[in-house]
Every structure is written in structure tokens, then in C-alpha cells.
């Protein structure tokens, strides 16, 4: 008897607790914070609102209390709206920002519990008229000419192995160049079988952060549409070894490869990994096949870096597709903004940047290049990208002479989604086009 009315008991209970269970998941909080216009840009002098608000299981929701800050990318920066707030009767609370001068700024809203959650939404003010940060040294293009000088001394040898194509109609190669600075170019290189007797436009695609082996898909990929296609690694490694190998170098040789040297343009790394994208460009240009008049350079983070570059050493560079772009504004802070990753400048107590790394960081500044740069350009900008900040990315996109477009993501972080990659190559293919008719 016992047994049987503690089973009565029990399955009821647990029926209960079940029940109970699915109307606790079923709560779904979401905290809101958009800008009053979907492409969050303002003119200076505007006012900006952000939009703060949250939804219980699909819908506006009050009694929540939210702190927030605005900011201008500079942790801790001073003079900006900041506060708690809950909403109450009006379930969507605005907190309103302005700005005299061009510049990206912020807003970081947290809640806490039930809702737990913290979301950032950013607005730009004129961010077309975000200049240098610092006039490009004097003998900017002295310098280069003389590095590229000393490359040439270097013979362009060049080692081609075979490797496995995983598209029957691509051959692929391992490819060794020699080069100056420390390390040679070292990459996959792919193009359309039978095409020996071809004209066809060139592709290079360079990486971001980070330490890993060049990208086969990527050199099929190019080919695939008819293309020369390298993809080239940042550090001249070798190609295809393992995870471990890669691993261990970034934890040990390259663990602070961002920085080092930097204290001095002839020492500084990224001097190297410049001198890189031109001996790629001499390996490119110098297939049979090329067709002697389009070079396109295609990268994200580091590699968007890389690609602005590429554009203002290289003449030869004909398109440039660069996502969310690192390796620029290095001398933002010294304009009163912040500056790119990697964050070459430190910035002393005083909040001032350390003057022989300001010096040095001026001759691997990306921004610098697109001054010097004549290539047609498509971007991609994150307003919300706390690592490659929106004004350092316009700073370059707005010094750019050819032809350019530029993808706003307002509430995008550090990111080169699905659609982004699309339209990148769509905008190649475009160019590749464009090229063929002239």
C-alpha cells in the first residue's frame, strides 16, 4: 500500500516540478540598445539617441533597472553621458549624445538579473571627415623606396611543389620566395588548369592575427573564378604542418610578434610582412598567364591591414578589399582618439604616446598607404569593433583615391560574417569585369 500512494505522490510532483521547469525557460529577456537612425551616422552637432529596452519572451517589458556609460572607444574616458535608469511607463528610454568634432562613440548598457545581459550600439559623427591623426612623415615614400630597393637585391627565387587540389579543374602549389626581412613568402598558389595560354588577373589573399599555415581553399578559390590566386601566410612559415606546430610558435617565437621591434621602422615586424606582400606581388605578376593589369589584395583584421598596404606600396595593385581593417591609426591617442589594433603606441601615465614608438609606427601605419594608394576599394567597418575601433578604419577609407564603397555594420563587432566575405567577392568579380572591358 505504502509503496503505491508514495508513487501517487511522487509522479504528481514531478509533473509539477517538470511544469514549473518549462515556464521558467520559456522567460526569454533580451536587452536592446539601438541608435534613433538604422545606419546610427549623425552630422556634429546633431543629437544621437541611443534606445534602451528589453523584451520578455518577444515583447517590451518595464521594471528593469540598466546602468549605462558612453564613451569614445577609451576605457575610462571622461565627460560622456553615463547613469541608471529604469524603465518604467515608457518601456524604451533614450539616452541622447552629441559631438562638435568627428568621432565614433559609444554605449554599454548592462542589466542585471533576470535579465543578465550587457549590449553596446555605437554612432559615428560625420566619420567622412576623420583625418590623419598625425601628418605622414616627410620621407615616408623615401623610406619605402629604399626598402623595395633592397628587395629587389634579393633574386625572386621561387620554389614550386605540387600539392593535392581538392577541384580537379585547379592545379595547386606549395610556393617558397625569397625575400628580405627575416622570413620569405611562403603561401599556396592555385590556377585554372589549362591555362598556359591565358591572360588572366591576379589575386592575393593575406591573413589576419594570429600564426597558422597559408590557406589551400583560398588559392582554389580564386582559381575557380579564373584567377591567379595565392594565399599567403603573415610570418613566411612552412605550409600544412600541425596544429601543435603553429601552437607552439604562437605561445613561443611569435608570441609577441605585434610589437616587436617596435621602437625602431627599421626593426619594427610588420616592416617584414610588407616587404612580403611586394615580393607576392612580384610572383604574381611574373606567371605567364597574369594578364598584366589587375591585382587584387584581399583581407580582414590584419590582413585588411595588410591589403591598404599592399595598395599604397604597390602600383601594380589595381583592387583592394579590406575588412575591418587593423594596423591603422597607430597614432590615433595623439589626436585624442583611440588608436588601432595592435596598439602599437603605448601611452604612457601622462596618456601621452611613447615618441620613438610614434615615430617608428608612422612607416607601418596602413593609414599612411591609402594616401599613396590608387586602387579602387571596398571596406567593411564594425561600429561596435572594440579591436580595429570604426575611426580608425575611416581615418584610412577616407584618405583612399579610386573608386571605394564601404559597408556600414552598426551593431557588428570585430567580424567578417558570411555576408561581408560575399560581398567582397562580389565586388571582385565586379572589378575582375570591370578590367576585361577597359
Known amino acids: 500500500m505504502y509503496p503505491r500512494l508514495l508513487k501517487n505522490i511522487v509522479l504528481p510532483l514531478t509533473l509539477l516540478l517538470s511544469l514549473s521547469a518549462i515556464a521558467v525557460a520559456a522567460d526569454k529577456y533580451e536587452l536592446k540598445v539601438v541608435t534613433d537612425r538604422p545606419d546610427a551616422i549623425y552630422k556634429t552637432g546633431e543629437t544621437a539617441k541611443f534606445l534602451v529596452s528589453v523584451t520578455k519572451n518577444g515583447k517590451l517589458s518595464s521594471g528593469y533597472t540598466v546602468t549605462y556609460f558612453v564613451d569614445d572607444f577609451i576605457t575610462g574616458a571622461s565627460g560622456f553621458p553615463e547613469g541608471t535608469m529604469t524603465l518604467g511607463k515608457k518601456p524604451i528610454l533614450p539616452v541622447p549624445v552629441t559631438s562638435d568634432k568627428p568621432i565614433f562613440l559609444r554605449c554599454v548598457v548592462k542589466a542585471g538579473a533576470p535579465v543578465n545581459q550587457t549590449k553596446i550600439a555605437a554612432v559615428g559623427f560625420s566619420p567622412e571627415e576623420i583625418q590623419l591623426s598625425q601628418p605622414v612623415p616627410a620621407d615616408f615614400d623615401e623610406f619605402w623606396a629604399d626598402q623595395k ?239 580595429c575601433p570604426p575611426s580608425s578604419c575611416y581615418a584610412a577609407y577616407n584618405q583612399l583615391k579610386g573608386k571605394k564603397q564601404i559597408i556600414n555594420k552598426p551593431l557588428m563587432g570585430h567580424a567578417a560574417p558570411a555576408d561581408i566575405q560575399k560581398a567582397f567577392f562580389d565586388a571582385v568579380l565586379e572589378h575582375v569585369k570591370e578590367q576585361a572591358d577597359k
Open 149 to 387: 630597393k633592397q628587395l629587389a637585391q634579393v633574386p625572386a627565387k621561387a620554389k614550386l611543389t605540387a600539392v593535392n587540389s581538392p577541384d580537379a579543374k585547379v592545379e595547386t602549389f606549395d610556393v617558397q620566395v625569397d625575400c628580405l626581412g627575416g622570413a620569405p613568402v611562403s603561401g599556396y598558389f592555385g590556377k585554372p588548369k589549362g591555362s598556359h595560354a591565358l591572360p588572366l588577373p591576379a589575386i592575393l589573399w593575406v591573413h589576419g592575427a594570429g600564426v597558422r599555415s597559408s590557406s589551400l581553399a583560398n588559392a582554389v578559390k580564386g582559381a575557380k573564378f579564373g584567377m591567379l590566386s595565392m594565399d599567403i601566410n603573415a610570418h613566411g612559415l612552412p605550409n600544412g604542418n600541425t596544429a601543435q606546430y603553429y601552437s607552439d610558435l604562437a605561445q613561443g617565437k611569435l608570441k609577441g610578434y605585434r610589437q616587436e621591434g617596435r621602437e625602431s621602422r627599421e626593426t619594427v615586424y610588420f616592416r617584414g610582412m610588407f616587404l612580403r606582400l611586394v615580393r607576392a606581388i612580384d610572383f604574381l605578376t611574373s606567371q605567364p598567364e597574369w594578364d598584366g593589369k589587375t591585382l587584387i589584395v584581399i583581407g580582414h583584421s590584419q590582413g585588411g591591414g595588410q591589403a591598404l598596404a599592399a595598395g599604397g606600396l604597390d602600383e601594380r595593385v589595381t583592387f583592394i578589399a579590406t575588412g575591418v581593417p587593423a594596423i591603422c591609426d597607430h597614432s590615433g591617442r595623439a589626436a585624442g582618439r583611440i588608436n588601432g589594433w595592435p596598439k602599437l603606441v603605448e601611452t604612457g601615465a601622462n596618456g601621452k604616446p611613447d615618441p620613438p614608438q610614434l615615430q617608428a609606427a608612422a612607416y607601418v601605419d596602413a593609414v599612411n598607404f591609402t594616401t599613396r594608394a590608387k586602387a579602387d576599394a571596398i571596406m567593411s567597418v564594425g561600429f561596435i569593433d572594440a579591436v
